[in-house]
């Protein structure tokens, strides 16, 4: 079974999407439709501004969002999902591309979802920090153990393949978190250069503003079951895949377990569709027996 897969924030470079834009007239009017809804270019940025430009999680969002739904629109006949996931801001694309939100109504969640974030990362210093060697059970207990110390909280962000997850919290938290992990084996406990603590419980006030736009905004019923982060389990209920992307905010990117289930479900070929290769390489990491490619193959 074919699955195809969207990849989040952190997948970005300058200069994503120019070749599609000049190269394919369906790319170019729904890019030029993007610059429309959001009120400013953001395909400038994209094609032509900085790297710091482009991390600004507010215009990071919206375009990798942009460059992995138009990638797939540009596939035509041979977009045909019998399963899709994404990774954290990727599961928007997820949704978009499987039927379940409009190209429209999914940019506008995006941008919604950025400038919420963004502003919930202003509000509370904290960030983000990669632990590679530990077993998932390991990382889960120090992280219980350093939140109960009163620096601050910290819990397992993504769950990316065994042996690589992200923490995420407040900075002393994480910090001491790091140097638990390291003490108990991990091969690297590296701070990311983040805005924020994504995925944790310090997202509460993004989460309750992004609440209100998802509520207001209609979903349809996909044409294929959708993998949703917060439990790894496939969704087709409109009510039930809006309340999951809620939680998303402040639960735990479930990755390893979407992967896992999609092939427990008869998935063979994942294709990766958006900027970088991250997602292929987890897959790798989580079963090596499948394939994972991006569109090109």
Known sequence: MKAFVFPGQGAQF???????????PIAKELFEKANDILGYR????????TDDDLKQTKVTQPAVFLHSVISARCMGDAFKPEMTAGHSLGE???LVAAGALSFEDGLKLVYA??????????AQPSTMAAIIGLADEQVEAICAEVSKMGKGVVVPANYN????????GNIEAV??????MKAAGAKRALLLKVGGAFHSPLMQPAKDELQAAIEQTEFQTPKCPVYQNVDGKPHTEPAEIKQNLIAQLTSSVRWTQCVQSMIADGA???TECGPGKALQGMIAKINREVSAHGIEQ
């Open 268 to 270: 063979t070929d994942f």
């Open 14 to 24: 300058v200069g994503m999407g120019k070749d599609l834009y000049d190269n394919n």
């Open 42 to 49: 953001i395909t400038d940025i994209m094609f032509n501004g």
């Open 175 to 180: 910090n001491e978190a790091c140097e638990q």
């Open 92 to 94: 928007f694309s997820a």
């Open 161 to 168: 393949n065994p042996g690589q997850l992200v923490i995420s």
């Open 113 to 122: 979802r950025a400038m919420a974030m963004q502003k919930a990362c202003e």
